[in-house]
T-cell receptor, first 110, second 112 residues
């Protein structure tokens, strides 16, 4: 079963912040985040393995709330290069395979 | 090191035909997953292979099949093509199942 991402799309100005949410109906073993730029393959951003874990990559970080089966991706002081579609991938404990959300299209404007 | 290679990159088929797509994973990666990507549907999981065994299969009809060879290369086959099969088919490899995925550029299939 696919995780649910929100919002579907967001438009930002350079320097603004954004939050992308991902939720699952199943107990999760891990959450992955990927970014796909137009016409390119998705690229791995980070993986979260523990409940409550937070990870960061430059100005992009994420949290994982194991109890709520939710993860959020935080983009701070956004740059033009952050534009793309962000996908969360969830791995439930019992299914042990990765399913992706429908994606969040992020557009950063000058 | 070389990334994930998918062939062919583009192909056009007609309804009723069949198609075979190939994926060469990153050297050392034994897990290969396939996804179908269409506008508005995101990435739909097709199947995953690890050490030549299909571990999981998504909710697709039996017309979609795949296999993995001893060198970890994988193929997927779609028989009796339908218009709705038009999509970008992405292959991803990882060192272990559910690990960090490395995606190929994809094979864009158009069914006329």
């Amino acid at each position: 079963q696919q995780p649910v991402q929100s919002p579907q799309a967001v438009i930002l100005r350079e320097g603004e912040d954004a939050v992308i949410n991902c939720s699952s109906s199943k107990a999760l073993y891990s959450v992955h985040w990927y970014r796909q730029k137009h016409g390119e393959a998705p690229v791995f951003l980070m993986i979260l393995l523990k409940g409550g874990e937070q990870k960061g990559h430059e100005k992009i970080s994420a949290s994982f709330n194991e109890k709520k089966q939710q993860s959020s991706l935080y983009l701070t002081a956004s740059q033009l290069s952050y534009s793309g579609t962000y996908f969360c991938g969830t791995v439930p404990f019992l299914d042990n395979d990765m399913r992706f959300g429908a994606g969040t299209r992020l557009t950063v404007k000058p | 090191k070389a990334g994930v290679t998918q062939t062919p990159r583009y192909l056009i088929k007609t309804r009723g035909q069949q198609v075979t797509l190939s994926c060469s994973p990153i050297s050392g990666h034994r897990s290969v997953s396939w996804y179908q990507q269409t506008p508005g549907q995101g990435l739909q999981f097709l199947f995953e292979y690890f050490s030549e065994t299909q571990r999981n299969k998504g909710n697709f009809p039996g017309r979609f099949s795949g296999r993995q060879f001893s060198n970890s290369r994988s193929e997927m086959n779609v028989s009796t093509l339908e218009l709705g099969d038009s999509a970008l088919y992405l292959c991803a490899s990882s060192f272990y199942p559910t690990g960090e995925l490395f995606f190929g550029e994809g094979s864009r299939l158009t069914v006329l």
